[in-house]
Nanobody, 127 residues
Framework: QVQLVESGGGLVQAGGSLRLSCAAS????????MGWFRQAPGKERELVAA????????SYKDDVKGRFTFSSDSAKNTVYLQMNSLKPEDTAVYYC????????????????????WGQGTQVTVSS
């Protein structure tokens, strides 16, 4: 069992930055593929970024490429989403997710592929 706790959300002006954290407890996440998703009101949950269990492979939603960076710190059992140049359309609840990865280099892009979810953290970007 893995417990995920997100933090770091808040209100920021357009062009600003936030860093989201997702702390994992219960198991070391080094064998887990991880993802950051977001869900805006009235919209489906969508992938923002995914990272393989080794941290060597990443995948980003097209409109966050170059602005967001997914990283991991195995010593702290924590993953991060650094978000720069934020836009009002980035406003959403952001969730981290995890799934045990049997194959090295696994990237999981669909929310249906993940087994564990955090409670979410609100990110609001004002114009």
């Amino acid at each position: 069992q893995v417990q995920l706790v997100e933090s770091g959300g808040g209100l920021v002006q357009a062009g600003g930055s936030l860093r989201l954290s997702c702390a994992a407890s219960g198991r070391t996440f080094s064998n887990y593929a991880m993802g950051w998703f977001r869900q805006a009101p009235g919209k489906e949950r969508e992938l923002v970024a995914a990272i393989s269990q080794s941290g060597r492979k990443t995948s980003y939603k097209d409109d966050v490429k170059g602005r967001f960076t997914f990283s991991s710190d195995s010593a702290k059992n924590t993953v991060y989403l650094q978000m720069n140049s934020l836009k009002p359309e980035d406003t959403a609840v952001y969730y981290c997710a995890a799934k045990w990865a049997y194959v090295s280099g696994t990237l999981l892009l669909s929310p249906h592929e993940y087994d564990y979810w955090g409670q979410g953290t609100q990110v609001t970007v004002s114009s």
